[in-house]
Nanobody, 124 residues
Framework: QVQLVESGGGLVQAGGSLRLSCAAS????????MGWFRQAPGKEREFVAA????????YYAASVKGRFTISRGNIKNTAFLQMNNLRPEDTGVYYC?????????????????WGQGTQVTVSS
């Protein structure tokens, strides 16, 4: 079972920035599609951002486009979510998601693996 290790959550004031990290524990030569979802209290989990296996396509939710950037790390199957100009409505648990085959499955909330989540709290 592959584990996804997430870090970087925390408490920040509105307008501030945070950088989330996700690393897959599996040592493989394959490159996976990677992405982030979030779940606010009392709401359903929603898509935030994703990057395809070949990095050719990057996807963002409309609510974060222009403020958040997803990127890959130098180590295979690591990813970052740089979050700038954070708003109170960005508060929630952020989950890393990884799919072995396609970014489409990931975006459909059917990835191969889910992370445990990291809390992001934005105060007004």
């Amino acid at each position: 079972q592959v584990q996804l290790v997430e870090s970087g959550g925390g408490l920040v004031q509105a307008g501030g920035s945070l950088r989330l990290s996700c690393a897959a524990s599996e040592h493989t030569s394959s490159t996976y599609a990677m992405g982030w979802f979030r779940q606010a209290p009392g709401k359903e989990r929603e898509f935030v951002a994703a990057i395809a296996r070949d990095d050719a396509n990057v996807y963002y939710a409309a609510s974060v486009k222009g403020r958040f950037t997803i990127s890959r790390g130098n180590i295979k199957n690591t990813a970052f979510l740089q979050m700038n100009n954070l708003r109170p409505e960005d508060t929630g648990v952020y989950y890393c998601a990884v799919d072995r085959l396609t970014v489409d499955r990931l975006r459909a909330q059917k990835p191969t693996w889910w992370g445990q989540g990291t809390q992001v709290t934005v105060s007004s």
